[in-house]
């Protein structure tokens, strides 16, 4: 894929290959491939995700769950982009 000139591969399910799995692409993957893990991500597991070397992410219902108010989705969205910088400090 990455010859074919993806700038970015999609690591799905994320929660079942694991962080370890992201480590490991990065060892084989040409410097600078962007891996953004898929399924399973949330604020919890976001500071993981990136010391292994993700660089985005996907999220789905760590972000919205049917019927949610917009103020939950909104506290969601903001407790997933504080894992962000957490990570980061």
Same mark, same amino acid.
């Given at each position: 894929m990455v010859e074919a000139g993806a700038d970015a591969l999609k690591v799905f /399910? &994320?929660?079942?290959?694991?962080t370890r799995f992201v480590t490991g692409l990065r060892a084989?993957? /040409? &410097?600078?491939?962007?891996?953004?893990p898929v399924g399973g991500v949330d604020a919890t597991t976001i500071p993981t995700w990136l010391k292994a070397g993700a660089k985005g992410f996907g999220v789905g219902s760590a972000l919205y769950k049917?019927?949610?108010?917009?103020?939950e989705t909104l506290e969601r969205a903001r407790l997933l982009l504080e894992s962000t910088r957490v990570a980061n400090d």
């Open positions: /399910p &994320a929660d079942v290959v694991g084989v993957m /040409p &410097a600078g491939t962007i891996l953004v049917p019927g949610a108010l917009s103020d």
